[in-house]
């Protein structure tokens, strides 16, 4: 872009309002949002809230207003619960605009001028300063030793030093130095509102647990209404009349309908999303929860993901040899081993090295240390402190790194001092020894950024004296090598998807392991534009795809989903928000991360720490096996509660119903609510992290068997059995009609049956395949509570007046007590029996 001088002066009042009026205001697109208020009535509409719904006409059609409004109240609460989760999670786009400075600096009518940034225009002077937003798209007129952090939009970890001509970014922000640039795009015109589109129009994939409960569901939903058809005919044969017939399955259908299991999950997800919160992982949509553990494929950044975000010097070559440099991040003690001869001569290096850097410096904050100018040279300041090197004195002139040169020099009294790329600095120093270039290949090849440090008695980057080479890096959490074998050890397949240098992105997979077998290392402008191409160059563990640019980081995503793996993509900046979006998780850094990436995100790391994803992933892993040992429970209850009826129909009426559809309502969402959260808190064990995820189907063969075939049987045989002994010891005749008061007490003696059969019921669903003797009743100090209050509203369902009226029942005598005590020792004896010959049969 040509720059005319007319440009460089700035724009007058009037000119800059003709312009705003006619481009409109420096402002992001602001994203199409849904009102809140159809947002919560999504949350009443969705499949298994119409079921509900229709579930509750279906009560009131059938003269039970008590259930009907049970029902809605279920509804209502979990939809409430659901809107007040989801609101929040879709502002990533929005977001962005917090990216933007509230003032800014230009030049108006010939003389500075601050100004709201939301009034820029094409055309305008702003004036830059480090610390500075840079509020609009610029092409800079002037630069002073200008450096600009564009990480947040390139991924590009080290800052940027753009020359007069060069373009600088809304979004991005001034390190160092001053410059003026040309406004050359605003809002909705600038790079940040083209990632912002991108950010928007993502969607966001169905999760794993969502696709599972949606079938479960719809499964349950066509055994509701085919029992309730079933019981609809048996009860005509029986010779009901059309009406009573009708009713009589519209109560089975009810009771059918799992009311429970909705709250349930959602519950259960948010006591594992609790529990993620103390491990430093926050979920923002619970769904996440599970999606986590489903995760087969991890797309992890490298910047500040992988690594500290801190650059360090490690190794140093001096003409006495090497010398090692221990330290943790910016602070300043450390120390340095070599040689005597080379450390001597490592004082010397560090003390021009420190020269070349006169304002760089690390500075204690909350107990950290921070670095405060280029990180590159904040690490050769923290070298000279190292190495007990004094205060430099003041520079007299001092020529910045320049891109072209690819050095930096500085002069002061004592002469001059030179640093930068060895192939630009080594040229200027005669009689450079051979050991100099092989210390720049073995240090490059070992992923470390390379400088040569030199100096001069003269004033000029001529006849230089080559002082030594100083090895960088980014040093490795320290966490990550053990986080990456345990996903390994899990099955999950890993790739290093970073906006950086090939090299460097290399040299860390190698160094934390993550690199696979093959050592793949592809730049994103070679990645192959058919999608097929890229999936199967992709579907690969321990890939490496460098200076990626955010549309192939959400390519990347796609692909490989689209091969059938559940993505989860980590992330930090706004050039990941869009892949974030679109990944089955988005996994964001919580303390160095951007506003964006975390509102775009469904779990946020706040420590930023990679070891914290396998925690992570070991409670979503854990919470799939607990979701299906609370559908186990709640199936094996379903079982106990339509078998009253599947006998009543069977025996021709000759036997009345054991209990009534309240009283299966009380027992889907009073007794058995709490035990089967509690379920959803079971703690991981071994086995939770080795091999691929257990995921599959929530129901499955061997949920059913043990549900409908063993469980629930022995709960079903056991409340029925007491019903009809307390009706025989009544005085009752099959086929007599039983006094009201008899009834009662039955009805409550086969309820109290079925509620300690779910008691044991809940200890034997700890385990799929090891017995409750094994397991023992410890570990699970919730599943006590649970019990103590479900025993405590059996106890109000049966004593407390109106409500055992209302439900149809009424306090078992003491041999209806036993009786119902008898339905414990029948679910453990049952459910050991099964395990048993299950562990047989696998041999």
């Not at 229709?54 to 009907?68: Q, S, T």
């Not at 085919?226 to 519209?250: P, W």
């Amino acid at each position: 872009m040509t720059i005319a001088v007319r440009d460089t002066v700035g724009l007058t009042s009037a000119e800059a309002a003709a312009r705003l009026r006619r481009d409109g205001p420096n402002l992001l697109p602001r994203p199409r949002r849904r009102h809140p208020l159809l947002v919560l009535a999504g949350q009443m509409v969705h499949f298994f809230a119409l079921m509900l719904w229709v579930a509750a006409g279906l009560a009131m059609l059938a003269g039970m207003p008590a259930l009907a409004v049970a029902i809605v109240v279920v509804v209502l609460l979990n939809g409430a619960f659901s809107f007040a989760q989801e609101y929040r999670a879709d502002r990533a786009a929005e977001r962005l605009r917090d990216l933007l400075p509230v003032r800014a600096t230009v030049r108006r009518d010939g003389r500075p001028a601050i100004v709201d940034a939301v009034e820029l225009v094409v055309g305008d002077v702003v004036l830059l300063e480090a610390g500075d937003r840079v509020c609009a798209d610029s092409a800079l007129v002037e630069s002073g030793r200008l450096s600009v952090d564009e990480s947040m939009l390139t991924g590009e970890s080290k800052p940027v030093r753009p020359s007069v001509g060069d373009a600088v970014y809304a979004g991005t922000y001034v390190t160092e130095g001053h410059g003026a640039g040309v406004v050359t795009a605003t809002g909705p015109r600038s790079r940040l509102a083209g990632i912002s589109a991108i950010t928007e129009s993502a969607t966001r994939p169905k999760s794993p647990l969502a696709t599972q409960l949606h079938r479960v569901v719809r499964v349950v939903a066509l055994i509701a209404v085919a029992v309730g058809v079933v019981f609809f005919l048996a009860a005509l044969g029986l010779g009901r009349t059309s009406t009573e017939s009708l009713l009589f399955a519209i109560g089975v259908t009810v009771a059918l309908v799992p009311e429970g299991l909705l709250p349930t999950v959602t519950l259960s997800l948010a006591r594992a999303a609790q529990k993620m919160a103390k491990r430093n992982a926050l979920v923002r949509r619970l769904e996440s929860v599970e999606t986590l553990g489903a995760t087969t494929f991890i797309c992890t950044d490298k910047t500040g993901t992988l690594t500290r975000n801190e650059m360090s010097v490690v190794r140093v070559w001096t003409p006495h040899g090497f010398v090692e440099v221990a330290g943790e991040g910016y602070q300043p003690s450390g120390e340095v081993r070599g040689d005597p001869a080379a450390v001597r001569a490592l004082a010397v290096l560090a003390d021009s090295a420190a020269r070349c850097s006169p304002d760089a410096h690390a500075v204690e904050r909350a107990g950290r240390w921070n670095p405060v100018g280029d990180p590159m040279e904040v690490a050769l300041h923290v070298l000279a402190t190292r190495a007990k090197v004094a205060a430099p004195p003041p520079p007299l002139t001092r020529h910045p790194f320049d891109p072209r040169r690819r050095r930096s020099s500085v002069a002061d009294a004592d002469g001059l001092h030179v640093t930068g790329a060895p192939d630009t600095v080594l040229p200027l120093c005669p009689g450079v020894p051979a050991a100099a270039a092989a210390a720049v290949t073995s240090m490059s090849e070992s992923g470390l950024r390379v400088l040569a440090v030199a100096r001069s008695t003269k004033d000029e980057e001529r006849d230089l004296e080559l002082l030594g080479l100083v090895g960088l890096e980014d040093p490795p959490r320290p966490d990550v090598g053990a986080a990456i074998a345990s996903c390994r050890q899990a099955g999950i397949k890993l790739a290093m998807v970073t906006g950086d240098h090939p090299g460097t992105a290399r040299a860390i997979a190698a160094e934390v392991g993550l690199l696979g077998e093959h050592a793949l290392v592809v730049e994103g402008k070679n990645l192959p534009a058919d999608d097929v191409a890229l999936g199967e160059l992709l579907d690969v563990d321990g890939v490496v795809i460098a200076r990626v640019a955010p549309e192939e980081k959400l390519r990347i995503a796609s692909v490989l989903q689209a091969r059938g793996h559940v993505v989860a993509m980590t992330g930090d900046g706004v050039n990941d928000g869009p892949a974030l979006r679109t990944a089955d998780i988005g996994v964001a850094m919580g303390a160095s991360g951007s506003d964006v990436a975390r509102e775009a995100a469904d779990l946020v790391l706040l420590d930023d720490h990679f070891g914290t994803i396998v925690s992570a992933i070991e409670l979503g892993r854990a919470t799939f096996a607990n979701i299906r040992r609370f559908l186990t429970y709640h199936l094996t209850d379903n079982v106990a509660e339509l078998t009253p009826f599947v006998v009543w129909a069977l025996s021709g009426g000759q036997i009345p119903l054991a209990i009534t559809v309240l009283q299966v309502l009380a027992l889907d969402i009073g007794t058995d609510l709490l035990p089967a959260l509690a379920l959803g808190a079971e703690p991981p064990n071994r086995r939770t992290m080795t091999g691929p995820a257990r995921t599959g189907n929530l129901i499955d063969g061997r949920v059913v068997r043990r549900a409908f075939g063993v469980l629930g049987p022995a709960e079903a045989v056991a409340s029925m059995l007491a019903f009809v002994v307390v009706l025989t010891v009544g005085g009752w005749q099959p086929g007599a009609t039983p006094d009201a008061t008899l009834l009662a007490v039955a009805s409550g003696t086969a309820f109290s049956a079925i509620v300690l059969g779910q008691l044991g019921n809940a200890f034997a669903c700890r385990s799929e395949s090891r017995w409750i003797g094994r397991v023992g009743v410890r570990g699970n100090p919730l599943l006590w509570y649970a019990i103590l209050f479900e025993l405590a509203m059996l106890a109000v369902f049966l004593l407390v007046p109106p409500i055992p009226g209302l439900l149809g029942g009424a306090p078992p005598t003491p041999i209806g007590w036993a009786l119902a005590l008898c339905a414990v020792p029948a679910v453990w004896l049952a459910d050991t029996l099964h395990k048993v010959i299950h562990a047989r049969l696998r041999r």
